[in-house]
């Protein structure tokens, strides 16, 4: 097996994570921050799977590392009551698909023996449909974590790969860490 090079239009930021220090400018707006918010790296909590294989993740450290990073008044959000939402989310799908699996049953029961098929059904799919829309909602990354993703970890768990949306958050990134951090347009995956 190979590497194989996989290639940035914006070029990323390697930094080593323990000497990642993040400027007091919102990465998502531009504005001057005065709140610290968290961003949990881990080489298990990859946006991309392509990133890590088993292999490499049993190289690595199991730890979580935490990026502090600064943001204004506008995007400072509390994390208070994002994991009820999704415990809630996973709970109700779990509910719904056990539920769709036996609609789907008793429908085609209903067809099979030339019954029309019991209202209850659609009941249960668009309950279902309700539920996998705000799994998204619930799920889907904040402002914060679309600003500043973090692409990857070298094998040793010591660097991080970052990828920012804005390129004057990224220019002001690497001169306050001048000395530690370098740009690249690719990394090579295992």
Known sequence: MGTRRQYFDEPIVRIGIEDARFPRMCPICGADAEHAARISASPHKIENPRYATRKKSRLMSNGTKTLMVYVCDEHYQSDEGQGNSRVACTL???????????????????????????????????????????????????????????????????????????????????????????????????
């Open 92 to 190: 109700g799908s779990g509910l719904m698909v056990a539920m769709l699996l036996f609609a789907i049953m008793i429908a085609g029961g209903d067809i099979w023996s030339g019954r029309p098929v019991n209202y209850v059904f659609y009941a249960i799919v668009f309950l279902f449909s309700v539920v996998l829309i705000f799994s998204f909602f619930a799920f889907r990354p904040g402002p914060l974590a679309s600003s500043i993703k973090v692409i990857g970890f070298d094998l040793g768990f010591r660097n991080i790969w970052l990828q920012f949306k804005r390129a004057d958050y990224r220019e002001r990134f690497v001169e306050e860490n001048a000395m530690k951090v370098e740009l690249v347009r690719w990394i090579a995956k295992l």
